[in-house]
């Protein structure tokens, strides 16, 4: 379901006011059970991304509602709100974002939101009832575009950001452009925009693109997404991306693929794959760095360029 104002959201999380056994505080007054929190590792890796190296083993989504609850009348904002849409993707690990009338920004910390002001038109503050009881949210849109603004300006994390929201949460361009309109620059927004799909399933697969994307241009090939091979009537499998003209099938393989069933069918696939004619590569988050020098390389063992 796409997000729409005054939508109600699910809440999987046992945010309480009175700890029991085993609960974490995740805010000033409020506390989660710890079997609801995110791995250790998970929680590590958000971390070191974080520009002030804070661990937050609470999920976003989780730390957006008990913080909101604590400043009444608050927006939640950039990440944080896209956490609350239920974003799959690049949410957790942020500080918790509130918008309200303060004399001065504050920024927060594992227990405390950081708090901004902001101002908005009528249009973009947005409710989602929680259990009946409303929080004001930016939009999809403008929270989109308060992401990309505390993300900074490098190409590729916005990309992946508009990659997630307009393949997950259905948010439009024009939204996005009429959203940044004051905050960001239009022809950054643009340019950003015009870069990502609504079809990649994951930030690396919208990485895998942006590498790909390169290649197929330097030797002049044509590059489709989400590309399905076909042997007769039967679909064997279908490409994240394909390089049409040498018949080249890429793959990025997740953490799923480690399993051993899924290792076996991955296998399967390769080998009928390559009997149609098609020569697959699969890359995991190890080796996508390694794309262009591979790829580039069995281009010039086929003679391409």
Known sequence: MQPHNGMPVFCPWDITQTPGDGCVRIS???YLPALQQLENWVVDVNA???????RY?????????AH????PGSVITGFSALAVYRLPYLVEG???????AVAANTVGGPLTPTVVRLTYRP?????????????RIASPAVATVQALKAAGGGVLPAVQLIDCVRRHLGVQEADVLAAGRYRLRRPWLEKVWGLSSALADSPKETE??????????????????????????????????ALLEPRIGLMYDGQHHWEYSQRQKDSLINLEATA????????????????????GRLLSEKCWG
């Open 94 to 100: 942020h500080d918790t974002t509130l918008s309200c």
């Open 57 to 65: 083993p609470a999920p976003a989504a989780a730390r957006a509602f």
């Open 123 to 135: 249009h973009e503050v947005w409710t989602v009832k929680l259990r009946d009881y409303p929080f």
């Open 28 to 30: 000033r007054r409020r």
């Open 68 to 71: 909101a609850l604590e400043w």
């Open 48 to 54: 070191r991304a974080h520009p002030r190296g804070t």
């Open 276 to 295: 149609n004619g098609w020569t697959p590569l699969r890359f995991s988050s190890a080796t996508l760095i390694e794309l262009p020098e591979r790829l």
């Open 208 to 241: 895998m693109r942006l590498l790909a994307r390169d290649v197929a241009r330097q030797y002049s090939l044509s590059l489709r997404e989400q590309y399905p091979v076909r042997s007769g009537g039967r679909l064997i499998t279908v490409f994240d991306f």
